[in-house]
């Protein structure tokens, strides 16, 4: 179950999930909830009704109570990408605070005084993380007297919205709170994906990226 898969990672992260099921002689089922809460409810319904044997799930907003009950009744299922802070289920997720890290130090690096930071809204762990990560990259990289003369992020942009935002942060915004939930852990163990891991390897190619996140939920299948 993903968002949207008109954006081109939840795309390309599909078609990894359905080469590694079928490497394992297993039938994939897609369902686009076009991140609309009601949609994911009903989907979840469909697990619990037993028309599947488990479920892969990313959402791209806010998590709330009602859906991290029906996540924790539904079955077998995996949380990806974003957090549900209630939810009791195995979850994978980038290293969101190193890979804004990596962006802030290259583009400090660069001299760049201009930036716009696109990401989510401060409830989401993945975009709160990202920022904070930026900003500690920046700092560290950014060469005296090169001070940022404009550093704006725009929030709550998602999916094939995203051009049509503007900023809506001055600049100099400070980083949010580094949020509370668990980085990786779950009732049946913990896995975290190293951007800086991925950056130095040869391979980094996103649909190499979406293969290993596919065989890491694979193995937490019961």
Same mark, same amino acid.
């Given at each position: 179950?993903?968002p949207d898969?008109?954006?081109?990672f939840?795309?390309?992260?599909?078609?990894?999930?359905?080469?590694?099921?079928?490497?394992?002689?297993?039938?994939l089922?897609?369902?686009?909830?076009?991140?609309?809460p009601?949609?994911?409810?009903?989907?979840?319904?469909?697990?619990?009704?037993g028309?599947?044997?488990?479920?892969?799930f990313i959402?791209?907003?806010?998590g709330?109570?009602?859906?991290?009950?029906?996540?924790n009744? @539904?079955?077998?299922?995996?949380?990806?990408?974003?957090d549900i802070?209630?939810?009791?289920v195995?979850?994978?997720?980038?290293?969101?605070?190193?890979?804004?890290?990596l962006?802030?130090?290259r583009?400090?690096r660069a001299?760049?005084?201009?930036?716009?930071?696109?990401?989510?809204?401060?409830?989401?762990i993945?975009?709160?993380?990202?920022?904070? @990560?930026?900003?500690?990259?920046?700092?560290r990289?950014?060469r005296?007297?090169?001070?940022?003369?404009?550093?704006?992020?725009?929030?709550h942009?998602?999916?094939?919205?995203?051009?049509?935002?503007?900023?809506?942060?001055?600049?100099?915004r400070?980083?949010?709170?580094?949020?509370?939930?668990?980085?990786?852990s779950s009732?049946?163990?913990?896995?975290?994906?190293s951007a800086?891991?991925?950056c130095?390897?040869?391979?980094?190619?996103?649909s190499w990226?979406?293969?290993?996140?596919?065989?890491?939920?694979?193995s937490?299948?019961?």
């Amino acid at each position: 179950m993903v968002p949207d898969i008109a954006t081109p990672f939840f795309a390309t992260f599909v078609a990894a999930v359905e080469a590694e099921a079928d490497a394992r002689g297993l039938s994939l089922a897609l369902h686009a909830t076009l991140n609309r809460p009601d949609r994911e409810l009903k989907y979840l319904d469909h697990i619990r009704q037993g028309h599947a044997d488990g479920l892969i799930f990313i959402t791209n907003h806010a998590g709330s109570r009602a859906l991290a009950e029906k996540v924790n009744s @539904g079955g077998p299922c995996v949380v990806v990408d974003e957090d549900i802070a209630e939810a009791r289920v195995p979850k994978l997720f980038c290293d969101n605070a190193e890979g804004g890290r990596l962006a802030g130090r290259r583009l400090a690096r660069a001299g760049h005084r201009h930036v716009l930071f696109i990401g989510g809204v401060d409830q989401m762990i993945s975009g709160a993380r990202r920022y904070a @990560g930026f900003l500690e990259g920046d700092a560290r990289d950014r060469r005296p007297g090169r001070a940022h003369r404009t550093l704006l992020r725009a929030l709550h942009v998602r999916g094939r919205d995203a051009p049509r935002r503007r900023p809506s942060s001055p600049a100099g915004r400070t980083a949010p709170p580094r949020s509370s939930p668990p980085r990786m852990s779950s009732p049946s163990g913990s896995t975290r994906c190293s951007a800086r891991r991925a950056c130095r390897s040869r391979a980094t190619s996103p649909s190499w990226a979406s293969t290993m996140w596919a065989r890491s939920i694979f193995s937490h299948r019961p």
